[in-house]
Nanobody, 117 residues
């Protein structure tokens, strides 16, 4: 099963930017879907963005225009660049991947993002 390691979380002021990284233990070119989610206590898991093996991207309404998902195939890493951050973006951010040849998806351990007002 693919292992995912997130990094880049931290504390940032409202209006600021942050980049999160998710590095996979296998080639991401063979992974159908890689996504970013976030979780806030009492609000559940929220889907943010997806990038497919073909490079197509999609975004959740709450982050569209502010977050950008990209990838570096040479580094087997997917990124999410977050800008115009708001206090309500405070959450634990998770990377998700489902390789075409694995029976189930994998999740990273999560990275905390805190946006101060």
């Amino acid at each position: 099963q693919v292992q995912l390691a997130e990094s880049g979380g931290g504390l940032v002021q409202a209006g600021g930017s942050l980049r999160l990284s998710c590095t996979a233990s296998r080639s991401i070119s063979s992974i159908n879907v890689m996504s970013w989610y976030r979780q806030v206590p009492v609000k559940g898991l929220e889907w943010l963005a997806t990038i497919t093996s073909g490079g197509s991207t999609a975004y959740g309404d709450s982050v569209k225009g502010r977050f950008t998902i990209t990838r570096d195939l040479a580094k087997d890493t997917v990124y999410v660049d977050m800008s115009s951050l708001k206090p309500e973006d405070t959450a634990v951010y998770y990377c998700y991947a489902w390789p075409y040849d694995e029976p189930q998806a994998s999740w990273g351990q999560g990275t905390q993002v805190t946006v101060s007002s």
